[in-house]
């Protein structure tokens, strides 16, 4: 339901953009969020985007990563710039989906792309 690409290597500094699609039966696709775990951590949420546009950040990422989203895509994006070696994670997005009229609001999860800092 929940596609994310866009993972790679890139050197300290360095930018990355990150999509994850949308896909299957959406009556409503309601907030759109990305989270990251670097290895041995918990995961940790970076950041998100309601449906209106709304955005919210981490503070370790605030100024650097950009959420977006194009509705008429069913998509969100991750723009990281001033990449540092402690971006390094898997990076998934969530996104809150309502399937079909009057039925509930669920959770879902992309598999996760990996994101590398490093020279």
């Known amino acids: 339901q929940l596609q994310a690409s866009g993972g790679g290597l890139v050197q300290p500094g360095g930018s990355l953009r990150l999509s994850c699609a949308a896909s299957g039966s959406i009556f409503s696709l309601n907030s759109m969020d990305w989270y990251r775990q670097a290895p041995g951590k918990q995961r940790e949420l970076v950041g998100g985007v309601m449906r209106g546009g709304s955005t919210n950040y981490a503070d370790s990422v605030k100024a650097r990563f950009t959420i977006s989203r194009d509705n008429a895509k069913n998509t969100v994006y991750l723009q990281m710039n001033s990449l540092k070696p402690e971006d390094t994670a898997v990076y998934y997005c969530?996104?809150?989906?309502?399937?079909?009229?009057?039925?509930?609001?669920?959770?879902?999860w992309g598999q996760g792309t990996l994101v590398t800092v490093s020279s």
């Open positions: 969530n996104a809150v989906i309502q399937t079909r009229a009057w039925g509930p609001l669920s959770n879902y």
